[in-house]
Nanobody, 119 residues
Framework: QVQLVESGGGLVHAGGSLRLSCVAS????????MSWYRRPPGKQRELVAA?????????KYADFVKGRFTISRDATKKMVHLQMNNLELEETAVYYC???????????WGQGTQVTVSS
C-alpha cells in the first residue's frame, strides 16, 4: 500500500533552518508529482511546495515561502525533501508529504512532522 513517512521536524529558532524528508513506498514514485503541505494550529491545510514527476524538472512554491524553501526529489531513494531556511514564527505547523499536489490536491498523505519555530 502507499506509504509516505516524514521526518526532520523539530524545534528551531526564528531565522533558523530545517530539512524535512519523506520516504515513499508502495507506488511507482517516478510517475507522480510530489508535494509538501502544512497545517498551522487552528488553520486549514495549505500547499507549501510541489515538484513534478520523474526528474522533477519543475517546481512551484507558495508565495509565502518563495526564495526560502526548496523542494527536491531523489528517484533512487524514493525521497522528497523540503529545505526550509529563514523560518518565521508563523510557520509553526505540522508538515505533510503528499503524493500529487501539482494542479490537483494530493491523494495520499503521510502522518506529518511537527515544526515549531520559537522566538
Amino acid at each position: 500500500q502507499v506509504q509516505l513517512v516524514e521526518s526532520g521536524g523539530g524545534l528551531v529558532h526564528a531565522g533558523g533552518s530545517l530539512r524535512l524528508s519523506c520516504v515513499a513506498s508502495g507506488f511507482d514514485f517516478d510517475m507522480y508529482a510530489m508535494s509538501w503541505y502544512r497545517r498551522p494550529p487552528g488553520k486549514q491545510r495549505e500547499l507549501v511546495a510541489a515538484i513534478t514527476n520523474r526528474n522533477g524538472a519543475y517546481t512551484k512554491y507558495a508565495d509565502f515561502v518563495k526564495g526560502r524553501f526548496t523542494i527536491s526529489r531523489d528517484a533512487t531513494k524514493k525521497m522528497v525533501h523540503l529545505q526550509m531556511n529563514n523560518l518565521e514564527l508563523e510557520e509553526t505547523a505540522v508538515y505533510y508529504c503528499s503524493r500529487g499536489g501539482w494542479g490537483v490536491d494530493g491523494d495520499f498523505w503521510g502522518q506529518g512532522t511537527q515544526v515549531t519555530v520559537s522566538s
